[in-house]
């Protein structure tokens, strides 16, 4: 069993995550951090307070998706969890999750419940849901903590608290590194259940997480890698036979939100994410083909785990979240 952080200057939360792992109840577990060139104090923070962690510096920030890799490509434990570095896990955390997979054969991967760090009553997410407009949402985001309480099967995981077998990541490849950063589950969850593998949620495996603790939300960065990002998703893993049935919401998603960054002041740098996006496009068809080669599932199956896309209601969570910041 390893588990594995990517840290970027995170120094002000890496202790109390690493001091919660250390209170596992699992009886055996290694711990990888690694630093994507922290220039905070971090690295050696962990190299000094955390002995027993093993460090992999890589000098450069290579992103969640480039820093996960580096030490996914040397993992050879059954179970591999991925966490945060802002992210504080519960004593079962681990247990929970690996009790899920072991109950649950054909699930290849396991979602946490996170939870707000500074609101510990109110949900992060349960899991990540892929709606028919070909956009990601986070699963129970802003109900109360005792919500979403069944363990059930759900479209993906947050990379920032999930279990995942080795063998899966070995049969459908690991993330996609031209993501950089945002979307890269997302763009994983898809890809595993294209090919049969299906998510667990695990409610009592509960993770308090800080969030948009390095990138913020509605920043540049998060702009740009999420709205390029998402567009690579669609193209790449949505089926032939479900473009039809999505293509016309997510264009209407794309103009929505063109019109919410426009409003925002930040229309330039949403443009950017699309027109590299579609710069990217004919890497993203490569990719495509191999994917929908090793699709095993029907479409149905794909159409029937996505979430009827709701405008309205995902307009007004951005405004509420738009005006308390």
């Given at each position: 069993?390893?588990?594995?952080?990517?840290?970027?200057?995170?120094?002000?939360?890496?202790?109390?995550?690493?001091?919660?792992?250390?209170?596992?109840?699992?009886?055996?577990?290694?711990?990888?951090?690694?630093?994507?060139?922290?220039?905070?104090?971090?690295?050696?923070?962990?190299?000094?307070?955390?002995?027993?962690?093993?460090?992999?510096?890589?000098?450069?920030?290579?992103?969640?998706?480039?820093?996960?890799?580096?030490?996914?490509?040397?993992?050879?434990?059954?179970?591999?969890?991925?966490?945060?570095?802002?992210?504080?896990?519960?004593?079962?955390?681990?247990?929970k999750l690996?009790?899920?997979?072991?109950?649950?054969p054909d699930?290849?991967?396991?979602?946490?419940?996170?939870?707000?760090?500074?609101?510990?009553?109110?949900?992060?997410?349960?899991?990540?849901?892929?709606?028919?407009?070909?956009?990601?949402?986070?699963?129970?985001?802003g109900k109360?903590?005792?919500?979403?309480?069944?363990?059930?099967?759900?479209?993906?995981?947050?990379?920032?608290?999930?279990?995942?077998?080795?063998?899966?990541?070995?049969?459908?490849?690991?993330?996609?590194?031209?993501?950089?950063?945002?979307?890269?589950?997302?763009?994983?969850?898809?890809?595993?259940?294209?090919?049969?593998?299906?998510?667990?949620?695990?409610?009592?495996?509960?993770?308090?997480?800080?969030?948009?603790?390095?990138?913020?939300?509605?920043?540049?960065?998060?702009?740009?890698?999420?709205?390029?990002?998402?567009?690579?998703?669609?193209?790449?893993?949505?089926?032939?036979?479900?473009?039809?049935?999505?293509?016309?919401?997510?264009?209407?998603?794309?103009?929505?939100?063109?019109?919410?960054?426009?409003?925002?002041?930040?229309?330039?740098?949403?443009?950017?994410?699309?027109?590299?996006?579609?710069?990217?496009?004919?890497?993203?068809?490569?990719?495509?083909?191999?994917?929908?080669?090793?699709?095993?599932?029907?479409?149905?199956?794909?159409?029937?785990?996505?979430?009827?896309?709701?405008?309205?209601?995902?307009?007004?969570?951005?405004?509420?979240?738009?005006?308390?910041?």
């Amino acid at each position: 069993m390893t588990v594995v952080i990517v840290n970027w200057n995170g120094g002000i939360y890496i202790r109390e995550c690493l001091n919660s792992l250390e209170k596992q109840t699992v009886p055996e577990y290694s711990i990888i951090l690694v630093d994507n060139g922290s220039t905070d104090g971090s690295l050696e923070l962990v190299r000094e307070s955390f002995t027993k962690v093993q460090v992999i510096s890589l000098g450069k920030n290579l992103g969640f998706s480039g820093g996960n890799n580096v030490a996914l490509n040397e993992i050879s434990t059954e179970y591999v969890a991925l966490l945060n570095n802002d992210a504080m896990p519960d004593n079962y955390w681990l247990a929970k999750l690996i009790s899920a997979l072991e109950n649950h054969p054909d699930a290849g991967f396991a979602a946490s419940k996170m939870l707000f760090y500074h609101k510990p009553d109110q949900i992060d997410r349960a899991g990540d849901v892929f709606t028919t407009a070909g956009t990601a949402l986070l699963r129970g985001r802003g109900k109360t903590s005792d919500a979403y309480n069944e363990k059930e099967y759900v479209f993906g995981a947050c990379a920032g608290a999930a279990l995942y077998r080795t063998e899966m990541l070995r049969d459908i490849g690991l993330f996609d590194e031209g993501f950089f950063l945002l979307y890269e589950d997302v763009d994983l969850s898809f890809r595993a259940q294209l090919s049969g593998y299906k998510c667990i949620y695990v409610p009592e495996a509960v993770v308090y997480h800080v969030g948009s603790g390095s990138i913020g939300e509605d920043t540049p960065t998060s702009i740009y890698y999420s709205h390029r990002n998402l567009e690579w998703v669609y193209i790449q893993n949505m089926p032939d036979g479900l473009i039809k049935k999505t293509i016309f919401a997510h264009l209407a998603y794309d103009l929505a939100a063109l019109i919410f960054f426009v409003a925002k002041g930040r229309g330039g740098i949403y443009l950017k994410a699309k027109w590299d996006a579609i710069k990217g496009i004919r890497k993203a068809l490569k990719k495509r083909r191999k994917i929908q080669e090793n699709k095993k599932v029907l479409d149905d199956y794909i159409f029937n785990l996505l979430d009827k896309e709701k405008f309205i209601p995902r307009l007004t969570r951005r405004l509420r979240v738009n005006r308390s910041s």
